[in-house]
């Protein structure tokens, strides 16, 4: 395994969504037994449903990143097309009476924005609404990514 060569963390994503994987509970589940102290990932949170949310916790995912760019339906649907804010309120929440529920702090629930230029003005709203709910709340800077 990674483990036993140093590797301490890993991230199952880059430019997907991970909660799509039939199996990702699968996954983390085999990172956290071979060794590794740090499995995580970022979503969308528009998938994490019950049944995912309780096998991750008893996997032992360490962390888990929503991205969600606003704190009001109106705001996100400018950046989410076809996406429900309002599950993903729900999803956070959920996740965190889950973590009460079983009596552990893992996962992590990360929050976090793009700090886009429509955004920027709003960073103290997104910040009270979201800080009650999430573990940790961020803005990671905005990067032009050229895919060809």
Known sequence: ???EFGLRAVKFNLRGEPLMHPEIHELVRDAKQSGLVDVF???NGQLLNEEKA????KCG???ITISCEGSEEEQYKKFRSGADFNAIVGNVRMLQD???RFG???PLVRVQTVRLPEIVPLLGKYLDFWKPLADEVCCT???DIDDS
């Open 54 to 57: 309780v096998r991750l916790i």
């Open 61 to 63: 995912l360490d962390r």
């Open 98 to 100: 889950l973590k009460k």
């Open 104 to 106: 552990v702090e893992n």
């Open 1 to 3: 395994s990674g483990a």
């Open 141 to 143: 800077d905005y990067q």
């Open 41 to 43: 990932f970022n979503t």
